[in-house]
């Protein structure tokens, strides 16, 4: 099984700030990984598929980068409305879709 | 409008069993895989199940094989996790979830908690 591992865990930062999140897979998977950000109470909003591709919608301060193992997030100027918290996932084939443990970003 | 809307959950004793649902409008659902997704309370997201267009192809996480049953209606745009032997720890929020390249569509929620 593929395991999706976070950093860091949690994320304090102020409005303003750039700021990135890490994703670790345990293995190889091209550039089958999505982040997502959740808000409490709500559901999970996809922000970026493919490793790098901005879904419909979603502000371009946005990006993500990466392929094979270690993938990154990044929010290059914070709003008050990013803080959330984020989770990657591999989607690598349809036997399992594992993700990563969530990284809490947090209002310095 | 794209819309997943869940329902289904409840309060169920351990050993229990249970179906969700999850209605879909919006779009062709007989052309995507489905997924669901769970949260247990205060904690990050696990992935459930996997189902195939046809329903040809169905995958589980190890934790809820031989329990839990994946299943869709193309005809009634409807998709189904049917949860039997239920235990304290599938007490979470379950969600379906559209799979596109990622989850690109998810419905609100449905709670589901197993206690006595």
């Known amino acids: 099984d593929i395991q999706m591992t976070q950093s860091p865990s949690t994320l304090s930062a102020s409005v303003g700030d750039r700021v990135t999140i890490t994703c670790r897979a345990s293995q190889v998977i091209n550039s089958w990984l999505a982040w997502y950000q959740q808000k409490p109470g709500k559901a999970p909003k996809l922000l970026i598929y493919?490793?790098?591709g901005l879904e419909s919608g979603v502000p371009s301060r946005f990006s993500g980068s990466g392929s094979g193992t270690e993938f990154t997030l990044t929010i290059s100027s914070l709003q008050p409305d990013d803080f959330a918290t984020y989770y990657c996932q591999e989607y690598s084939s349809y036997s399992q879709n594992s993700f990563g443990q969530g990284t809490k970003l947090e209002i310095k | 409008e794209v819309q997943l809307v869940e329902s289904g959950g409840g309060l169920v004793q351990p050993g229990g069993s249970l179906r969700l649902s999850c209605a879909v409008s919006g779009f062709t659902f007989s052309s995507y895989w489905m997924s669901w997704v769970r949260q247990a309370p205060g904690k990050g997201l696990e992935w459930v199940a996997n189902?195939?267009?046809?329903?040809?192809?169905?995958y589980y996480v190890d934790s809820v094989k031989g329990r839990f049953t994946i299943s869709r209606d193309n005809a009634k745009n409807s998709l189904y996790l049917q949860m039997n032997s239920l235990r304290a720890e599938d007490t979470a929020v379950y969600y379906c979830?559209?799979?596109?390249?990622?989850?690109?569509?998810w419905g609100q929620g449905t709670t589901v908690t197993v206690s006595s």
């Open positions: 493919k490793a790098s």
């Open positions: 189902i195939k267009q046809d329903g040809s192809e169905k």
């Open positions: 979830a559209r799979l596109g390249s990622g989850m690109d569509v």
